[in-house]
């Protein structure tokens, strides 16, 4: 079975954040930098903080690397996003206390 480029980078990304998310390590990331990701990807759709718990804390840094991936039924077009940093960031700003 061979692969495609673009489903094996996704995998290399996803499966250890999902695992992770699976074990319940905890995320670190700056909620400052988060803040500046999330208004200049999110907002746009997004405006609504705190986070809600729709995915559930365990499953944001999944769904966080591509939306359609975790969950094929979602509205969401965003690719998802590909830095591990940035999902943190992004997890620490809509996790924290507003």
Do not use: Q, W
């Amino acid at each position: 079975m061979r692969l495609e480029p673009k489903l094996l980078a996704g995998l290399v990304l996803a499966t250890p954040l999902a695992t992770l998310a699976a074990l319940g390590a905890p995320v670190s990331g700056d909620p400052i930098a988060g803040k500046a990701i999330f208004e200049h990807i999110c907002h746009a759709c997004h405006a609504a903080l705190p986070y809600t718990g729709r995915v559930g804390e365990a499953n944001i840094p999944a769904f966080l690397a591509n939306p359609r991936r975790y969950n094929p039924k979602t509205a969401m077009t965003f690719p998802g996003l590909r830095s591990r940093k940035d999902i943190a960031d992004v997890i620490s700003y809509i996790t924290a206390a507003h």
